[in-house]
């Protein structure tokens, strides 16, 4: 009788031992970020639940409805906090055709990771107050890369001196969203004739 005492004593303390250690805080917020884009790449937006959230993060419903009040806040914050992709060009070329062109492969690439139809979903649900922090928070590499492109470009007299207006500066980034959400992608061919028909001509004009 004793032994058998015993033995159930070990089985339960060998089950507490293997039951997952509960999260808080900053631990549980990225776990359920995470679980967030385990959702999405595991079908597309309008496949992500509160529930299917909750069992990849191995906490409950309630958790994640007091954190976000929707499905479009919960993407937002997950993708927001998720850091640029690591091919993301870091130093010019020397050439600003080239810096352009790998400059727009990246930020399609990102936006193609995230899936088309994930952003377009997103955008049909998006609260009115999360959509300048979504393109903002987003976005705001691609600004910084541009604006160190043209600087880069600026030095070596391949454009004008005057600072550029911000709506040319961030041309590049809405023509390539553009293509993607209405278009359903950007292919080489395309980002190509972009730049050379468009962004160059722009960008160089009053140089000569």
């Known amino acids: 009788m ?3 005492a015993s033995t159930g004593g070990t089985a339960g303390a060998g089950g507490a031992a293997h039951r997952p250690a509960r999260r808080y ?6 776990a359920i970020r995470a679980a967030v884009r385990d959702e999405l790449a595991a079908g597309n937006y309008a496949g992500v639940t509160f529930e299917g959230v909750a069992k990849r ?20 914050d997950a ?6 992709a690591a091919d993301s060009p870091a130093t010019s070329s020397g050439d600003l055709r080239t810096d352009l062109l790998r400059l727009g492969r990246s930020f399609s690439d990102q936006f193609e990771r995230a899936g088309v139809d994930t952003l377009r979903g997103l955008l049909g649900e998006i609260p009115g107050d999360q959509v300048h922090r979504l393109a903002t928070e987003t976005q705001s590499w691609v600004i910084d890369s541009v604006t160190a492109i043209l600087d880069a470009a600026r030095e070596r ?4 001196q005057d600072p550029l207006p911000p709506h040319v500066v961030s041309l590049p980034v809405v023509l390539v969203r553009h293509e993607l959400l ?8 395309t980002l190509t004739e972009l730049i050379d028909t468009v962004l160059l001509p722009l960008l160089t004009a009053g140089t000569r």
């Open 2 to 4: 004793a032994s058998t």
């Open 25 to 30: 805080g900053a631990e549980l917020d990225e």
């Open 57 to 76: 993060a191995k906490t409950s419903k309630h958790v994640i409805y007091r954190r976000y009040p929707s499905r479009a806040h919960m993407v937002i």
């Open 79 to 84: 993708w927001i906090q998720r850091p640029p």
């Open 157 to 160: 007299g391949d454009i004008a």
């Open 182 to 189: 209405f278009s359903g992608g950007l292919d080489s061919r």
